[in-house]
């Protein structure tokens, strides 16, 4: 009874945090929830009972502890059965719309309160369905609860399998138990959807991998590996996606190919997959042993005539595989192994560690304390390691590429050309650094030429430039896609350090922006999708270098009647631009909404970026300011930071002004707070002021 109370008190505790994080109006609602797990009773029953007939029946105390609680309670050959449960509303819930949620039934159910149908989960047969390991959620109106006296609540269950229910039946108002299903929902089934996406894009990526370094069939393997998981990982999720479980498909049909087969091909393919990877060479007996065990298993499961046969054989089916799993490390183990492949095998073993952690946590759970709402955790172990395996053949990838590169260069001439050089060092050292330097001039006046002011008045933009490089080159970099008189775009990049390499960063980036920008332009494809490709473009373009980049890309999109242009704009890592509002005189950040999935920046390999899009309108006065980080994180004499506040003050205060203005105002405001202090990054600040587009008259040419 102890550990039972332990994972009660564990589940509400998330469950209030969750409440509280989601409305903190509703802090005092844990005390309005009703656990009716004590309040459970059962009655036999055959397919033909109905709601009219169920209470002539006589009904027990039913006991929700353990695993597979429904099926201890019915007779052998028993499908069916009556659940009651019955209870008064409290007063504090009177006149409210009630739900019910149950966080785990099986296998099918329909249920009734006070007479009236409320809703059921799966289907009876002969068509028979489970939604597995997904919540019940039953909405109750106020209008068939009676608020004083009591309410039945009657639950009509078909049994198949280990069937059984959780000892978490909660009732409260609605709109309560509705944020708890949601969270339980999600570890129960959503979070599957994740590990889905990550498994699909490394079978792809592996895959392709492979198709290049045919020799390497560990990657094969791997991406089989991944394809198999997805395929056992599907029941876990299908709530969330109906699409995977059509109607024309049986249930048993579903279960033979997702969790059995995906199953036995994950074990088959991790055996294989450790052969694989210290490059040994299965001998062909060992390699019929194990098809031989994975057809034998196949073909019984799919021979298999009903779901509790299904069952029955489950036993065998684990042996067979734990059999199958085992001789591929019994191979591994007997092979005569160098160094490098004992080496190997150490690390492989370490991978599967969270993997076994988990199954042990599982077993703890199902076993020892009986709960059957708790999430596997063996399928998270699983994910973990997965996503060691994919960073230990990235690295192995990695290493390979990097071996073939050093080889394909002619290390004869690249020692003669050093030697050259190195015997030339000591006379003209000071020839070098006087060219050094004259070279870095070049090299500045070279950069600005690239990142240019706006070559003309533009229509309905007053626009200001302030290019402050830390040295007399910048890693930032900046550039305006105009068209005629048309502004179509902008964008800003801080790339990572400083000096010269940040330097010829950001002048290998230009053209990949400037071109990828233009492109998606005429595509009509969003800024977001740029930035991706962009990010794809200079990952291949820079090879080796560490440098990444954070920016922002924005697309101006043509003025309406109303004189009001619409901007779509995708953040790369970067500090958020602040708008200003002429209509309501508001001055904030630029950011995605807190539910939305953004991280990342450009350049860096192997690692996943999300880059939404943000849309918003810019009408007549309104500002928008971008900057480097160089202005906001640059300190005074007192190590304050200048902050972004001080830049919004400002810009509320000089509203008004035009852009040039309001560039001054901030460069006075920042040299007065840093003064004394020497500068240590490049700055950047772009102001844009919308002006009436209508009232643009186009600069004249000098001839």
């Given at each position: 009874?102890?550990?039972?109370?332990?994972?009660f008190?564990?589940?509400?505790?998330?469950?209030?945090?969750?409440?509280?994080?989601?409305?903190s109006?509703?802090?005092?609602?844990?005390?309005?929830?009703?656990?009716?797990?004590?309040?459970?009773?059962?009655?036999?029953?055959d397919r033909?009972?109905?709601?009219?007939d169920?209470?002539?029946?006589?009904?027990?105390?039913?006991?929700?502890?353990?695993?597979?609680?429904?099926?201890?309670?019915?007779?052998?050959?028993?499908?069916y059965?009556?659940?009651?449960?019955?209870?008064?509303?409290?007063e504090?819930l009177?006149?409210?719309?009630?739900?019910?949620?149950?966080?785990?039934?099986?296998?099918?159910?329909?249920?009734?309160?006070?007479?009236?149908?409320?809703?059921?989960?799966?289907?009876?047969?002969?068509?028979?369905?489970s939604?597995l390991?997904?919540?019940?959620?039953?909405?109750?109106p106020?209008?068939?609860?009676?608020?004083?006296?009591?309410?039945?609540?009657?639950?009509?269950?078909?049994c198949?399998?280990?069937?059984?229910?959780?000892?978490?039946?909660?009732?409260?108002?609605h709109?309560?138990?509705?944020?708890?299903?949601?969270?339980?929902?999600?570890?129960?089934?959503?979070?599957?959807?994740?590990?889905?996406?990550?498994?699909?894009?490394?079978?792809?990526l592996?895959?392709?991998?492979?198709?290049?370094?045919?020799?390497?069939?560990?990657?094969?393997?791997?991406?089989?590996?991944?394809?198999?998981?997805?395929?056992?990982?599907?029941?876990?999720?299908?709530?969330?996606?109906?699409?995977?479980?059509?109607?024309?498909?049986?249930?048993?049909?579903?279960?033979?190919?997702t969790?059995?087969?995906?199953?036995?091909?994950?074990?088959?393919?991790?055996?294989?997959?450790?052969?694989?990877?210290?490059?040994?060479?299965?001998?062909?007996?060992?390699?019929?042993?194990?098809?031989?065990?994975?057809?034998?298993?196949t073909?019984?499961?799919?021979?298999?005539?009903?779901?509790?046969?299904?069952?029955?054989?489950?036993?065998?089916?684990?042996?067979?595989?734990?059999?199958?799993?085992?001789?591929?490390f019994?191979?591994?183990?007997?092979?005569?192994?160098?160094?490098?492949?004992?080496?190997?095998?150490?690390?492989?073993?370490?991978?599967?560690?969270?993997?076994?952690?988990?199954?042990?946590?599982?077993?703890?759970i199902k076993?020892?304390?009986?709960?059957i709402?708790i999430?596997?955790?063996?399928?998270?172990?699983w994910?973990l390691?997965?996503?060691c395996?994919?960073?230990?053949?990235s690295?192995?990838?990695?290493?390979?590429?990097?071996?073939?590169?050093?080889l394909?260069?002619?290390?004869?001439?690249?020692?003669?050309?050093?030697?050259?050089?190195?015997?030339?060092?000591?006379?003209?050292?000071?020839?070098?650094?006087?060219?050094?330097?004259?070279?870095?001039?070049?090299?500045?006046?070279?950069?600005?030429?690239?990142?240019?002011?706006?070559?003309?008045k533009?229509?309905?933009?007053?626009?200001?430039?302030?290019?402050?490089?830390?040295?007399?080159?910048s890693?930032?970099?900046?550039?305006?896609?105009?068209?005629?008189?048309?502004?179509?775009?902008?964008?800003?990049?801080?790339?990572?350090?400083?000096?010269?390499?940040?330097s010829?960063?950001?002048?290998?980036?230009?053209?990949?922006?400037?071109?990828?920008?233009?492109?998606?332009m005429?595509?009509?494809?969003?800024?977001?999708?740029?930035?991706?490709?962009?990010?794809?473009?200079?990952?291949e373009?820079?090879?080796?270098?560490?440098?990444?980049?954070?920016?922002?890309?924005?697309?101006?999109?043509p003025?309406?009647?109303?004189?009001?242009?619409?901007?779509?704009?995708a953040?790369?890592?970067?500090?958020?631009?602040i708008f200003?509002?002429?209509?309501?005189?508001?001055?904030?950040?630029?950011k995605?909404?807190?539910?939305?999935?953004?991280?990342?920046?450009?350049?860096?390999d192997?690692?996943?970026?999300?880059?939404?899009?943000?849309?918003?309108?810019?009408?007549e006065?309104?500002?928008?300011?971008f900057?480097?980080?160089?202005?906001?994180?640059?300190?005074?004499?007192?190590?304050?930071?200048?902050?972004?506040e001080?830049?919004?003050?400002i810009?509320?205060?000089?509203?008004?002004?035009?852009?040039q203005?309001?560039?001054?105002?901030?460069?006075?405001?920042?040299?007065?707070?840093?003064?004394?202090?020497?500068?240590?990054?490049?700055?950047?600040?772009?102001?844009?002021?919308?002006?009436?587009?209508?009232?643009?008259?186009?600069?004249?040419?000098?001839?």
């Open positions: 009874m102890f550990k039972h109370k332990i994972l008190l564990t589940l509400s505790f998330f469950i209030l945090i969750f409440s509280a994080c989601s409305k109006k509703n802090q005092n609602q844990a005390q309005d929830l009703l656990n009716l797990k004590d309040r459970l009773y059962w009655a036999e029953c033909n009972s109905t709601i009219e169920v209470e002539s029946r006589r009904f027990h105390k039913f006991r929700t502890e353990g695993i597979g609680n429904i099926k201890k309670v019915i007779k052998p050959g028993q499908e059965i009556w659940l009651m449960m019955v209870f008064p509303v409290p504090n009177r006149h409210k719309s009630l739900a019910l949620l149950i966080t785990y039934l099986h296998f099918a159910d329909k249920v009734w309160v006070n007479g009236t149908y409320v809703g059921g989960y799966g289907q009876f047969p002969p068509n028979e369905r939604v390991w997904g919540s019940h959620f039953y909405s109750i106020d209008s068939i609860l009676n608020s004083v006296g009591r309410n039945v609540i009657f639950m009509k269950v078909y198949k399998g280990v069937s059984g229910i959780s000892d978490t039946i909660l009732l409260g108002e709109d309560h138990i509705a944020t708890i299903n949601t969270l339980i929902s999600f570890f129960q089934s959503t979070v599957y959807l994740f590990a889905e996406g990550g498994m699909l894009f490394t079978t792809i592996f895959l392709l991998i492979y198709l290049w370094r045919k020799k390497e069939r560990a990657y094969l393997s791997f991406s089989a590996l991944c394809i198999a998981s997805m395929i056992f990982a599907l029941p876990f999720c299908s709530p969330n996606l109906p699409l995977i479980f059509p109607s024309k498909i049986s249930f048993l049909l579903f279960i033979k190919s969790l059995c087969e995906g199953f036995y091909l994950i074990v088959f393919l991790l055996a294989t997959l450790t052969i694989h990877f210290i490059k040994g060479s299965e001998t062909k007996i060992f390699r019929i042993i194990r098809l031989s065990i994975l057809g034998f298993c073909l019984i499961t799919f021979c298999a005539p009903d779901y509790n046969f299904l069952e029955l054989i489950c036993p065998l089916m684990l042996i067979l595989s734990g059999v199958q799993l085992v001789l591929g019994v191979f591994v183990l007997h092979v005569k192994q160098s160094k490098s492949e004992r080496k190997n095998f150490s690390i492989l073993v370490a991978v599967l560690v969270p993997l076994s952690i988990s199954i042990v946590i599982d077993l703890i076993l020892f304390f009986q709960k709402d999430p596997y955790i063996t399928l998270f172990g994910q390691s997965i996503l395996f994919l960073i230990l053949l690295t192995r990838y990695n290493r390979a590429v990097s071996q073939n590169e050093y394909n260069i002619n290390l004869r001439k690249e020692i003669d050309r050093q030697t050259i050089e190195l015997s030339k060092k000591n006379t003209e050292l000071e020839q070098q650094i006087f060219r050094s330097q004259t070279d870095l001039e070049m090299a500045s006046l070279v950069q600005k030429k690239f990142f240019p002011y706006p070559p003309k533009l229509r309905g933009w007053d626009i200001a430039v302030s290019y402050s490089p830390l040295d007399k080159v890693g930032d970099m900046y550039d305006f896609y105009v068209k005629d008189d048309t502004l179509n775009g902008f964008s800003l990049f801080d790339v990572s350090g400083h000096g010269i390499a940040a010829l960063v950001t002048m290998l980036a230009k053209n990949i922006i400037f071109q990828s920008f233009m492109r998606n005429q595509k009509n494809e969003t800024v977001s999708r740029t930035l991706y490709e962009i990010n794809d473009e200079i990952i373009a820079k090879g080796g270098i560490e440098n990444y980049l954070t920016g922002l890309m924005f697309r101006f999109k003025f309406n009647e109303k004189d009001v242009c619409k901007v779509e704009m953040n790369a890592g970067h500090p958020n631009p200003y509002s002429s209509e309501d005189g508001i001055c904030d950040e630029i995605s909404g807190s539910n939305v999935d953004h991280h990342g920046a450009i350049g860096l192997f690692i996943t970026v999300s880059f939404p899009q943000i849309s918003f309108k810019m009408a006065n309104d500002i928008l300011l900057y480097t980080d160089g202005l906001t994180e640059s300190r005074n004499t007192e190590n304050e930071m200048f902050g972004k001080r830049v919004k003050k810009i509320r205060s000089s509203y008004a002004k035009d852009s203005s309001i560039m001054k105002d901030i460069i006075d405001e920042f040299n007065e707070f840093t003064k004394g202090v020497k500068r240590d990054d490049d700055i950047t600040i772009v102001v844009l002021k919308r002006e009436n587009s209508y009232n643009f008259v186009e600069e004249l040419t000098e001839i």
